[in-house]
């Protein structure tokens, strides 16, 4: 989709990006990353010919981007920014729309695509449509502007740090947005940002970048697993590789099939240290960790609740930090009808090759 061959930017006798090649597959989500001044943002702009390259080529879609006038490369190319650029004098709805309205969608046409987008991005389109911009909260300004990237229905999405504004607990609440939408649409994305565990987070693939050239290009965990050199390592932290590492894998990886019983009892954990058993009722929902606990392994643990359960979907450092919190060797995988399907064990993290 999207192919960088050579491409070198100078500003004088100086290179900020230099003799850069990479491939960004149909619906990757490719994220660009490196100290600052490395040249992720100006390798970005390029794409979309806000800054010009100096030298080598840049393809979208097999298409030389310099064969193309720039205004309609950049109505093919969704592209959002960390200050949002909502224009301040329009309404939700006439920003989202923007792009569509230069293309001369019709009303109807742009009207239901405004609906389509507000609903994938879980906002309430009869509150907000008609609000402006100042009326939004952070969270909700950046989704907007992620909407309105997206209201042209582009192949392509630039996004430049587009969450670097707002507090820890918004942004965490659009990286999750952000990857349900990027599975919804397939759309391929090239995303800078600065925070490492927010490119392991939401990548198929990472670019780390260092002066201008790229020290490494892979997936996150053969980047985490097989660091190029020493300073792909301390860029990610050699402190808590691991860690980072669980971040990428889910539950699912480490599951482990598990028999429920409704045998299980207070009197069986008195008279065994055998490994955790799950009592689960007639539908097969766990009801009580039958062993397990840290400190006794023969006790029983009747609360299971939400908390401390786990969904094939969940990192396996989500999934690790509840059995720290709660005290547990074992977490119960639940279906999204709380039916027990397997469990994830200490044990299993700690046997799991990288």
Request: net charge neutral; aromatic share 6%; charged share 25%.
């Amino acid at each position: 989709m999207i192919e960088l061959q050579g491409l070198t930017k100078r500003y004088g006798g100086s290179r900020v990006v230099d003799d850069i090649s990479l491939t960004v597959e149909q619906g990757e989500f490719c994220v660009l990353i490196g100290p600052s001044g490395c040249g992720k943002s100006t390798t970005l702009k390029m794409i979309n010919r806000l800054i010009t390259h100096s030298e080598g080529r840049i393809l979208v879609g097999g298409e030389d981007v310099t064969t193309l006038p720039p205004e309609l490369l950049r109505r093919r190319i969704g592209y959002a920014i960390q200050s949002t650029g909502l224009f301040p004098h329009w309404r939700v709805a006439e920003n989202i729309a923007t792009v569509p309205r230069l293309l001369k969608w019709s009303t109807s046409r742009i009207n239901a695509r405004v609906d389509e987008l507000l609903a994938l991005f879980q906002l309430d389109a009869d509150d907000l449509r008609d609000k402006y911009p100042h009326q939004l909260s952070g969270g909700q300004a950046q989704r907007v502007g992620v909407a309105r990237a997206l209201a042209a229905d582009p192949d392509v999405l630039l996004m430049d740090e587009p969450f670097g504004a707002v507090d820890p607990l918004t942004r965490d609440a659009l990286q999750v947005e952000l990857a349900r939408v990027h599975r919804q649409t397939g759309k391929t994305i090239v995303f800078v940002t600065h925070d490492m565990d927010e490119a392991l987070r939401l990548a198929s693939r990472v670019a780390l970048l260092n002066g201008g050239r790229l020290v490494q290009y892979d997936r996150p965990a053969e980047l985490l697993v097989d660091p190029a050199n020493d300073f792909v390592r301390d860029f990610i932290g050699r402190a808590d590789l691991g860690l980072k590492l669980l971040s990428r894998r889910r539950v699912e990886q480490y599951c482990q099939p598990v028999q429920g019983t409704r045998e299980a009892t207070i009197t069986q954990a008195a008279t065994t240290h055998a490994r955790p058993t799950w009592q689960v009722d007639a539908d097969n929902r766990p009801l009580a960790l039958i062993g397990g606990r840290l400190e006794e392994p023969a006790t029983v643990r009747t609360d299971v609740n939400g908390e401390w359960t786990a969904t094939p979907d969940m990192s396996m450092k989500e999934a690790l930090s509840r059995m720290v919190w709660f005290r547990v060797t074992a977490l119960p995988v639940l279906d999204d009808q709380g039916r027990l399907l397997g469990e994830v064990t200490m044990a299993g993290v700690m046997g799991h090759r990288p």
